[in-house]
């Protein structure tokens, strides 16, 4: 073949090439990857991190409203001995916490005593004690936890880890949310297939009222199998002689995993398959009511187990400005004992060293007692927070980080939350630098410009 004689001619010749590798990208794809080469790949399948990570899978437990550190896992004895008394550089009168610490497993982490059934998981976790948070405002702390920016719209932790890892499983999305709001599960910039699907779970609905649409009593499967093809056929053609819409694709390929998910959605959220024994272990039947925080986390292991990549639950229960002790061992109860059983379930199935767990807040509670009548409690603080990461490669019986003598702020081992991130992509086999996606010209990623791995909760 000769080559072309004019600008005009190289264009016609090689400018289809240039547009096929522009359409992979819109993808979410690298023409160029091992992945890619000798077979077809989609948005969703699955593909090789960085390096070898243990985690294979996230299930985020999101602590909705901000626990205290001081009455979780860092206990400040030298705040109960100023109890009520001014506390020198925050304000304001200090409160103890209500509650006792003891010793735990071998590595004897103190826990509080209103987690007896975590307490024993304590050989399993790394205990990040010295997290801060930049804006402590609820919504905008919740975001920038969920996505690395309070202010702007940019792809969730869930989006992004689909998006560098795939899903094991075609069938059903990559990303579930059990709750929480629309930003926890955004994907902003990068194609609209790596959105996370959010069900409300409400363990007292049936399931058709939960996963609503899920079947069509009107077509017969035959003929919906039909329709998506015939509508993938015509995609394609649109993208051949006019343009390729993104959009339009992510449609289209949601489409096609609402009509996978008619067989396996059901299934994966039908907990009554489980035995008893099991369900009795996530307090499902606790005083003749259904605990809603242990069927759903009982159903993020059940969409684990069937190679969801990344769940999310949404817990409740700590926004405790009033009557701390009270509502903080409110907290605690509705989600003790599922979680511990979540943690055992997944470790004698096999799967804890592959799934990652990561629980906390969106920042922390002040050492101070805010100014309620009667019954204290506690206000915001962004200084301190805490977290702990079970399984998937994380180093247990680790107490990671400090804040000061009274818990009001970090210390030691400062971790911001692009440091947090940075780790649990570091654990899913990630170079935090190296996950970007290109959009308006600029390479962006999860942890902007900042983030270090925190090396030393890493097995």
């Known amino acids: 073949m000769f080559p072309p004689s004019s600008r005009r001619g190289f264009l016609a010749r090689y400018g289809v090439g240039f547009g096929g590798v522009s359409l992979a990208a819109l993808f979410g794809l690298n023409p160029f990857a091992a992945n890619a080469a000798g077979k077809v790949v989609g ?11 243990k ?4 299930i985020h437990i999101y602590a909705s409203g901000a626990p205290s550190t001081m009455d979780t896992w860092d206990p400040k004895p030298l705040l109960n001995k100023h109890h009520n008394q001014k506390l020198p550089g925050y304000g ?3 409160l103890g916490s209500p509650f006792r610490f003891s010793k735990q497993g071998k590595s004897g982490i103190e826990v509080s005593e209103i987690f007896p059934e975590l307490g024993k998981w304590v050989d399993h976790m790394a205990v990040i004690r010295s997290l801060n948070a930049s804006i402590p405002d609820h919504k905008i702390a919740s975001k920038a936890l969920m996505t690395g920016s309070g202010i702007l719209n940019k792809p969730s932790l869930g989006s992004w880890t689909v998006y560098g890892l795939g899903t094991e499983n075609q069938m ?18 990068l194609p609209g297939i790596y959105q996370g699907c959010n069900v409300n779970y409400d363990p007292r609905l049936p399931l058709t009222d939960i996963i609503t649409n899920i079947t069509n009593p009107f077509t017969p499967v035959e003929r919906q199998r039909r329709q998506i093809d015939y509508a993938r056929e015509i995609n394609e053609m649109h993208a051949a002689q006019l343009q390729h819409d993104a959009q339009l694709e992510a449609r289209i390929q949601s489409f096609e995993i609402a009509f996978n998910m008619q067989r396996e959605a059901m299934d994966a959220f039908d907990v009554s398959k489980e035995p008893q024994a099991v369900r009795d272990r996530y307090e499902l039947l606790a005083n003749r009511q259904r605990n809603a925080n242990g069927t759903k986390l009982l159903i993020a292991r059940r969409l684990v187990e069937r190679g969801v990549r990344f769940v999310q639950v949404t817990t409740g229960g700590w926004d405790t400005h009033f009557d701390i002790e009270k509502s903080v061992r409110s907290a605690a109860a509705g989600t003790d004992a599922a979680v511990a059983a979540l943690l055992g379930d997944l470790k004698d199935r096999g799967l804890l060293d592959s799934t990652l767990v990561v629980w906390g807040g ?11 009548a009667g019954l204290p409690g506690r206000d915001h603080n962004g200084a301190s927070m805490v977290s702990w990461m079970a399984g998937g490669g994380v180093k247990g019986g680790v107490a990671y980080g400090a804040t000061d003598e009274f818990g009001g702020t970090a210390v030691e081992n400062v971790v911001g ?5 940075a780790t649990i992509l570091a654990l899913l086999g990630f170079d935090h630098e190296r996950l970007t996606y290109n959009y308006n010209g600029r390479d962006f990623r999860l942890t902007d410009v900042s983030g270090k791995v925190i090396k030393d909760i890493i097995a």
């Open 172 to 189: 059903l999305p990559g990303f579930v949310t059990l709750g929480g709001e629309h930003s926890f599960r955004q994907a902003a910039f």
């Open 417 to 421: 939350i692009p440091d947090f991130h």
């Open 55 to 58: 985690a294979k899978a996230v």
């Open 92 to 94: 304001g009168l200090a």
């Open 362 to 372: 969106e920042f922390g509670r002040t050492p101070t007692a805010q100014n309620t």
């Open 43 to 53: 948005p969703l399948t699955p593909k090789r991190p960085h390096f070898a990570g």
